[in-house]
């Protein structure tokens, strides 16, 4: 499966919770990078051997591999995202790298992002 068929598949409206699921751009890259850093995923997991945080870099990957899904609430606001990698496990196996959303987001969109990516 391509990321092309699976953005098809995910760019959809969820009427109950008025979250669009659509294809990451670059231009998300600073919000995405900013959520990520405001968590203690981000704190603990995405820093370098200096202590700074890379996380923008690291995703930026995901954004020119046009990998990215990110999660725009009613307002059009960046809400949350997810990194679908196709070939992520063993360079075979499709991988989903879920972006934290903190809760004074959105709630219940990780599980939303899960479950149409599916």
Not at 82 to 95: C, D, L
Request: proline share 4%.
């Amino acid at each position: 499966m391509d990321c092309t068929t699976l953005f098809s598949a995910l760019e959809e409206r969820d009427e109950d919770m008025d979250v669009n699921i659509i294809k990451g751009e670059i231009e998300q890259l600073e919000v995405c990078a900013k959520i990520l850093e405001d968590t203690i995923l981000g704190q603990k997991y995405f820093k370098d051997r200096n202590d700074q945080y890379i996380g923008k870099s690291l995703l930026k990957e995901g954004f020119d591999e046009e990998e990215m899904v990110v999660a725009l609430d009613g307002d059009g606001s960046c809400v949350g995202f997810a990194w679908m990698i196709p070939r992520g496990i063993f360079h075979w196996f499709p991988y989903e790298e879920v972006g934290p959303i903190p809760d004074l987001y959105v709630p219940g969109v990780v599980t939303y992002l899960m479950m149409k990516s599916r």
